[in-house]
C-alpha cells in the first residue's frame, strides 16, 4: 500500500463546475495536510494546508480532513480553466524525523474544459 | 522577494559522471530540503539541511549526497550517474523545514545519457 494514495485521474470537469480531489494515507501519526499544485513544466506551489479535522476554506478552495478515516480532500469550487494542473496530496508525518520531509501522492491530473 | 533559485536548469551527462546541483533559498529560510521528481516515482524525499546539518535523509543510496553553507545555499550531488538518475531535482526551501510548507525552486533537469 502507497503511504499517500490520490484518486486516479485525469479529471475533467466543465467551466464553473465543482471538482473533488480525494487522497488517503496510511501512517495514522501524521500530523499535517497540504495541497500543492503543479502546473505542466513547473514547480509546485502551495495552495492550501489543513492541520485539524474538518473543514478550511480559501477562497473557491476547500480543503476537508477526517483523521479517523485518514481522508483529506480538496474541493475546488466554480472551477475555472487557470486550474488546470496536476494537483499534490502531501502528508508530513510527526516528530523530528519529519524535517523537511513531505510524502507526495502521484498527483491528480485536472483538467477545467470552457 | 527572490524566490528559490536553482542553477543550472538543465543538464545533459552520461552515466559515470557525477554532478552538482546548486540552490540559494529565500532570504531568511534556513531549511533547504530535496526532491526527486520523475513520472513513475513522482515527487521523493532526498534530504533536508538546517543551519548546515543534515537532519533527515530519504531513502536514497549513497551517490546522492548534499551540503548547506553558513548562507542557507546548498548543493546536491550526484556521483557516478545512471540512467535511473534522470529526474528533475526540486530544491524547496522554508523557514525552519518543521512545517510542510515549502518553497520549491523551478528544479534541474538532469538528463543522463
Given at each position: 500500500?502507497?503511504?499517500?494514495?490520490?484518486?486516479?485521474?485525469?479529471?475533467?470537469v466543465?467551466?464553473?463546475?465543482?471538482?473533488?480531489?480525494?487522497?488517503?494515507?496510511?501512517?495514522?501519526?501524521?500530523?499535517?495536510?497540504?495541497?500543492?499544485?503543479?502546473?505542466?513544466?513547473?514547480?509546485?506551489?502551495?495552495?492550501?494546508?489543513?492541520y485539524?479535522?474538518?473543514?478550511?476554506?480559501?477562497?473557491?478552495?476547500?480543503?476537508?480532513?477526517?483523521?479517523?478515516?485518514?481522508?483529506?480532500?480538496?474541493?475546488?469550487?466554480?472551477?475555472?480553466?487557470?486550474?488546470?494542473?496536476?494537483?499534490?496530496?502531501?502528508?508530513?508525518?510527526?516528530?523530528?524525523?519529519?524535517?523537511g520531509?513531505?510524502?507526495?501522492?502521484?498527483?491528480?491530473?485536472?483538467?477545467?474544459?470552457? | 522577494?527572490?524566490?528559490?533559485?536553482?542553477?543550472?536548469?538543465?543538464?545533459?551527462?552520461?552515466?559515470?559522471?557525477?554532478?552538482?546541483?546548486?540552490?540559494?533559498?529565500?532570504?531568511?529560510?534556513r531549511?533547504?530540503?530535496?526532491?526527486?521528481?520523475?513520472?513513475?516515482?513522482?515527487?521523493?524525499?532526498?534530504?533536508?539541511?538546517?543551519?548546515?546539518?543534515?537532519?533527515?535523509?530519504?531513502?536514497?543510496p549513497?551517490?546522492?549526497?548534499?551540503?548547506?553553507?553558513?548562507?542557507?545555499?546548498?548543493?546536491?550531488?550526484?556521483?557516478?550517474?545512471?540512467?535511473?538518475?534522470?529526474?528533475?531535482?526540486?530544491c524547496?526551501?522554508?523557514?525552519?523545514?518543521?512545517?510542510?510548507?515549502?518553497?520549491f525552486?523551478?528544479?534541474?533537469?538532469?538528463?543522463?545519457?
Amino acid at each position: 500500500q502507497k503511504e499517500v494514495e490520490q484518486n486516479s485521474g485525469p479529471l475533467s470537469v466543465p467551466e464553473g463546475a465543482i471538482a473533488s480531489l480525494n487522497c488517503t494515507y496510511s501512517d495514522r501519526g501524521s500530523q499535517s495536510f497540504f495541497w500543492y499544485r503543479q502546473y505542466s513544466g513547473k514547480s509546485p506551489e502551495l495552495i492550501m494546508s489543513i492541520y485539524s479535522n474538518g473543514d478550511k476554506e480559501d477562497g473557491r478552495f476547500t480543503a476537508q480532513l477526517n483523521k479517523a478515516s485518514q481522508y483529506v480532500s480538496l474541493l475546488i469550487r466554480d472551477s475555472q480553466p487557470s486550474d488546470s494542473a496536476t494537483y499534490l496530496c502531501a502528508v508530513r508525518g510527526a516528530g523530528g524525523t519529519s524535517y523537511g520531509k513531505l510524502t507526495f501522492g502521484q498527483g491528480t491530473i485536472l483538467t477545467v474544459h470552457p | 522577494k527572490a524566490g528559490v533559485t536553482q542553477t543550472p536548469r538543465y543538464l545533459i551527462k552520461t552515466r559515470g559522471q557525477q554532478v552538482t546541483l546548486s540552490c540559494s533559498p529565500i532570504s531568511g529560510h534556513r531549511s533547504v530540503s530535496w526532491y526527486q521528481q520523475t513520472p513513475g516515482q513522482g515527487l521523493q524525499f532526498l534530504f533536508e539541511y538546517f543551519s548546515e546539518t543534515q537532519r533527515n535523509k530519504g531513502n536514497f543510496p549513497g551517490r546522492f549526497s548534499g551540503r548547506q553553507f553558513s548562507n542557507s545555499r546548498s548543493e546536491m550531488n550526484v556521483s557516478t550517474l545512471e540512467l535511473g538518475d534522470s529526474a528533475l531535482y526540486l530544491c524547496a526551501s522554508s523557514l525552519d523545514g518543521d512545517t510542510g510548507e515549502l518553497f520549491f525552486g523551478e528544479g534541474s533537469r538532469l538528463t543522463v545519457l
